[in-house]
């Protein structure tokens, strides 16, 4: 039977339209929040297969704890549930060695394990637990550090952001850079300006790094009793050699010279390098983006033993924590609430859909997409989404697109870049 050439367009349409959906399932896992990479494993045992399984069972186990902290809000991690390795390992899609070291009674590897999406949600949705799997773009954090004299942006020293430089890898949703803190960073944003903090410089300084969000964390450190610490100071200037910022050594009677010279602020700071005991340390955090401004703070107080170092680690997961918790919040998925949407997309060829019809299934908000109507220029789509229109907005902007209304309703758009057939992205007019 020959086929008319309109009904044939249509049905080669549909089956790479299929073709195109089975590649996005397939593709879709590299990049997925549940996908959890770097799981260092080590274990003895009689053989090398028992050693083998006793690892891979820590190795999911670890896997899923770190899971469970990215998806899960903060305020419902009590309420886990305590699985036991078979009910993990059924939640388990699969894993893969990335480096492995095997003997007759050890093995040693680092894994890549990948947990099944719908029974993730399954469990969580059946405890009524609060999560979220959209994926922020990154943020810029800018590390101001005040030890007694006043904040410091990019001058040493630099205890605050080699506290930050030396944080964990990333496990979050939210992935967090720092700026190089070059000459023109240094133009760009001074402290004060950062403190204020001047939207105008911060969003031309998260501009050059090619983001829209930019964190000020302040951090502003107060001894417990400054008098005593300079009388222990000058007591062990003989004997005690400290590291400084770039860890070269530096004696006591250095400190004291410097101090001389410099002032007395620096002498503090290079004082409170040792054990903070009773210290405080007041964190601000202020979040500067396109879609507003906001402002939190919190007081940490140093522990018993604990050193500056340890304290500004700890003050570095306490701002990740307000980012990451604030951001789940935001796009918590709501599953009680789901809502429909038409909007209009326009196109110019085929891949263009294909690729953009990905992009809209790989948002973790999104339940369906209907086509309801096709022509020569656009698509008409109706989503079916969770949570409200705005939760829906908010997740588009993270992969770059945009819903605009317009007089023939709602169209979609990308943020300054166009999709050509083959999925490639250029700059100009809408393209897809």
């Known amino acids: 039977m ?11 349409f549909a089956l790479l339209l299929a073709v195109g959906i089975v590649t996005v399932l397939h593709g879709a ?16 045992a009689a053989s090398a ?15 899923f704890d770190r899971l469970m902290t990215r998806l899960v809000l903060s305020e419902d991690m009590v309420i886990l549930p ?6 993990i390992a059924r939640i388990v899609d699969g894993y893969e060695i990335d480096k492995e070291l095997v003997s007759s009674t050890r093995y040693r590897a680092q894994l890549i394990f990948g947990f099944n999406k719908n029974k993730v949600r399954k469990l969580l949705r059946q405890r009524k637990i609060r999560f979220a799997e959209t994926r922020s773009r990154e943020v810029l954090v800018v590390a101001v550090f005040d030890s007694g004299g006043g904040g410091v942006l990019w001058q040493e020293p630099g205890d605050w952001r080699s506290a930050w430089l030396n944080r964990p890898a990333n496990e979050g949703l939210v992935p967090f850079i720092l700026p190089l803190g070059d000459v023109m960073d240094m133009g760009a944003l001074s402290a004060a300006e950062a403190e204020a903090p001047s939207r105008e410089a911060l969003m031309a300084l998260a501009e050059r790094y090619g983001v829209d969000e930019a964190v000020v964390a302040v951090a502003s450190l107060k001894l417990a009793d400054l008098t005593a610490e300079s009388d222990l100071s000058t007591e062990s200037d003989s004997s005690t050699v400290d590291a400084t910022a770039d860890g070269t050594a530096d004696t006591g009677d250095e400190s004291a010279d410097l101090a001389a010279a410099e002032g007395s602020d620096l002498s503090a700071s290079r004082r409170a390098r040792g054990p903070v005991e009773g210290a405080n340390l007041q964190l601000t955090v202020h979040r500067v983006g396109v879609a507003g401004e906001h402002m939190e703070s919190e007081l940490l107080r140093g522990a018993p033993g604990e050193s500056q170092a340890d304290l500004l680690a700890r003050a570095v997961g306490r ?8 951001w789940k919040q935001a796009n918590m998925l709501r599953f009680g609430r789901e809502n429909k949407l038409r909007i209009i997309v326009p196109l110019a060829g085929l891949p263009g859909w ?18 309801t109507a096709l022509s020569r220029d656009q698509a008409e789509v109706l989503l079916n989404y969770l949570g409200e229109t705005e939760q829906l907005m908010l997740g588009l902007e993270q992969s770059d697109l945009a819903l605009n209304f317009e007089d023939r309703g709602w169209v979609l758009q990308t943020e300054g870049v166009a999709m050509t057939g083959d999925g490639q992205e250029q700059q100009g007019e809408l393209n897809f």
């Open 354 to 371: 294909v690729e953009m019809r990905r992009r809209l299934s790989d948002l973790a908000v999104v339940i369906s997409i209907e086509l």
């Open 82 to 87: 305590n699985l036991n390795d078979a009910e």
């Open 49 to 63: 297969a028992e050693a083998r399984s006793i690892a891979l069972a820590g190795g999911q186990r670890a896997a």
């Open 29 to 44: 896992r590299a990049d997925s929040v549940y996908t959890v990479r770097g799981i260092a494993v080590d274990s003895s």
């Open 2 to 12: 020959i086929l008319p050439r309109l009904f044939r367009g249509f049905a080669v």
């Open 319 to 326: 701002v990740i924590a307000q980012v990451e918790g604030g």
